[in-house]
């Protein structure tokens, strides 16, 4: 009870405390400028060069210290020793290139970003084209989006009741051990096998991230000029041919989006791998890795900079292309 | 023209047979877990959560009791008791492991000299002997028993009076409210700035709001938390809420500043013509107008905030009393213990409200998602 008056006092604290320094300080500045009297003119024109850094001051703040400062702080530690005591130069990231696990954990991002957002792109689309038009699509696609509702961790336990293992001969509690057993093959143990584990991993973010793709190819492809599909099914092209060479051609765009949302999620990926396999077996992921380097153990604050630094690198294109893209859209 | 049509109601059929396979597939996952939760722990190791709904077999043994258990009646010694539990009903039974249903009820057989066993339908077992009976531990006997199908809300109870869930459901509440309100007053700010005033950087800023959008938090966790620590406030609620509110701006700011500035010119124009101050076109005008996008942030911000696990562990420590949900779960998932009915019923509690909150406000969620990659991207 304490806690949920901390957490209620909180909530008005800091509603209040915003609401007070936009409207307090706005209001100082309409004193100090009133926008009447002999020199209104002049005082709107310097209040209105002020006003807007009065509206952004909190957001600079909050994105300087908690996002810019960050990179940079990093990217510092990223280049000292364990503590951060000795300057290293780039020795921590010759250290990671020669390291096992760190091999192993870009092999395997690498293998997500492949596998991820090709998977969830694919079935997106299939079902933003299946639903599209049934009576019951909404109901359909309501289903296969709300696992964008659970938490990474959610989604590791109810996945554990499919992967579950059992010896074979005995009832399988796993679905998918179940299904197997049933087809007379022989249980596995799902999330040791080297190298399908990591499938069976990806496959947890695939059944999360094909909701959102799908919402957004459903709303791409009903953007589609119904002509230019009428054209084509007059001139007798088949529901396939429809498909691939009318619709999606006109939605390569979206896809594109699509796709590289999910690689940006892809290439954090780390609650699913931390909670399911804590990068064991051959599993482990950049994410998973720079938190065992951070926080297990003795923390070695260079080394795990140094990883966090190349997450930053491996998402830099994806940001430049980004702001390319607003850039024109501005314009 | 038949030939056509009768192709076309075919390919209807396949249509919807192939979206049902595909939503059942995307569906059964959760579905698994949701009745499981309502399931005991004995039901979910010995059975799939599938067979909930039919009536289970299942395997196990009883020992009878020793010789000290013993009567004597009629010059015999006996040893009574059940082989049953509640609610069970026995097909068979036996006295080895590999021939759990050897006997049917009611049969009898003899285990050693002179010692007579049997089995009754109701499940009472009577070992008879005519010399005392000599042994340290009971005698095994193997049944297989039939359970009607049955499902219990008891670990409901049991986790969130018991389990310490109820404290965590309190703390993810703690953290995710004042995460999610915070960024929303300041990026309706910043946005209205960028979408509609005019001064130097403007660009600039904006460009740079859309660059963060994809800075991996991983990035900004030690800094962090030495800043936090070298400021005095630590590990609490104060610097979560802190950090969720610098990690959800960029997104905050994007969403709305592109919403903002689809809002009609004349509006905004007219009412500065009219002598208002510019906090009152925001207060008044702006605000309102922008609901849907605010409803659409706010979600995401929830749902983002409240399915958490790094953040929260990072920055609100791991001792009984600071643990979210999430990272209950993960202890849960990390102990050996096989307490499945407390990690299922747990993880059901914990993903109840994002999902409560996403179906009744998707329309929103939806919507949200659609400025923000369609027109970003």
Not at chain 2, 278 to 286: L, T, V
């Amino acid at each position: 009870m304490e806690l949920f008056w901390l957490a209620v006092s909180t909530i008005a604290i800091g509603v209040f405390g915003c609401v007070a320094w936009f409207w307090g300080s706005n209001l100082i500045l309409d004193r100090i400028y009133p926008p009447r009297g002999p020199n209104a003119g002049d005082n709107i024109r310097k209040a209105n060069q002020i006003r807007p850094w009065l509206f952004l001051g909190p957001a600079i703040l909050f994105l300087g210290v908690y996002l810019v400062y960050p990179i940079f702080d990093s990217l510092w530690r990223s280049m000292h020793n364990a503590r951060g005591s000795e300057f290293v130069g780039l020795s921590n990231y010759a250290w990671h290139m020669g390291d096992g696990k760190f091999r192993e954990s870009m092999r395997n991002n690498l293998l997500w970003l492949l596998v991820v957002p090709a998977l969830s792109t694919l079935f997106g689309l299939i079902a933003a084209q299946l639903t599209d038009r049934l009576k019951w699509g909404n109901i359909g696609k309501s289903l296969i989006f709300m696992p964008m509702a659970i938490s990474f961790v959610g989604a590791g336990v109810i996945w554990k009741f499919i992967y579950e293992y059992r010896a074979p001969g005995e009832t399988q509690i796993g679905l998918l051990n179940a299904i197997v057993q049933a087809l007379g093959g022989d249980p596995q143990l799902w999330l040791t096998l080297i190298p399908w584990n990591n499938l069976f991993l990806m496959i947890v973010l695939v059944w999360i991230q094909t909701g959102f793709a799908m919402v957004i190819l459903s709303a791409a492809l009903r953007g589609i000029p119904e002509e230019t599909i009428e054209a084509a099914i007059l001139d007798g092209a088949s529901p396939w041919q429809v498909f691939f060479k009318i619709k999606v051609p006109q939605i390569m765009g979206t896809i594109a989006v699509v796709w590289t949302t999910i690689t940006i999620v892809v290439l954090k990926v780390f609650d699913i791998v931390f909670v399911m396999t804590n990068g064991q077996w051959g599993t482990q992921v950049l994410a998973n890795l720079m938190y065992d380097w951070m926080f297990r153990g003795t923390p070695d604050y260079g080394r795990g900079s140094a990883i966090a630094i190349i997450l930053m690198l491996l998402v830099t294109p994806i940001m430049i292309w980004n702001i390319v893209n607003a850039r024109r859209e501005v314009r | 023209m038949e030939g056509m049509a009768g192709q076309k109601s075919s390919l209807v059929w396949a249509v919807n047979i192939a979206a049902f396979l595909l939503v059942l597939l995307w569906t059964i996952p959760t579905l698994g877990l949701l009745v499981s939760s309502f399931r005991d722990r004995d039901q979910i190791l010995t059975s799939g959560w599938w067979q909930s709904f039919s009536a289970q077999e299942a395997t196990g043994f009883v020992r009878t009791g020793t010789g000290d258990d013993a009567v004597q009646e009629d010059g015999q010694y006996v040893i009574e008791g059940t082989v049953l539990e509640e609610g069970q009903n026995l097909i068979g039974w036996g006295i080895r492991a590999r021939e759990p249903a050897a006997f049917q009820p009611g049969e009898t057989t003899e285990i050693e000299d002179g010692w007579q066993l049997t089995v009754a339908e109701d499940g009472s077992y009577r070992l008879t002997s005519d010399t005392p009976f000599e042994m340290r531990r009971g005698e095994r006997i193997f049944v297989t028993t039939g359970a009607p199908a049955r499902l219990t809300t008891e670990n409901y109870d049991r986790v969130l009076t018991a389990e310490g869930l109820g404290r965590a459901f309190m703390n993810t509440m703690t953290v995710t409210i004042p995460a999610t309100v915070i960024p929303i007053l300041i990026a309706a700010f910043a946005a209205y700035a960028l979408a509609w005033m005019e001064f130097p950087g403007r660009a600039l800023l904006t460009a740079a709001v859309v660059g963060l959008l994809v800075v991996p938090l991983q990035v900004a966790l030690i800094p962090l938390l030495r800043l936090h620590n070298e400021l005095g406030i630590g590990k609490g609620y104060l610097g979560i809420w802190l950090a969720h509110t610098g990690f959800g701006l960029p997104l905050a700011i994007y969403l709305l500043r592109n919403y903002m500035v689809g809002l009609p010119r004349e509006v905004i124009e007219s009412a500065r013509v009219d002598g208002a101050t510019e906090f009152q076109i925001f207060r008044k005008i702006i605000l309102p107008l922008s609901f849907p996008a605010l409803a659409s942030f706010a979600i995401f911000q929830f749902l983002w905030v409240w399915n958490d696990l790094l953040v929260a562990t990072v920055f609100l420590g791991n001792t009984r009393e600071q643990l979210v949900m999430t990272g209950v779960l993960r202890e849960l998932m990390g102990s050996k213990g096989g307490e499945w009915e407390i990690l299922a019923t747990s993880a059901f509690i914990s993903i109840a409200v994002p999902l409560i909150v996403f179906f009744a406000m998707q329309k929103y969620l939806v919507r949200g998602l659609l400025a923000g990659s369609v027109k970003g991207g």
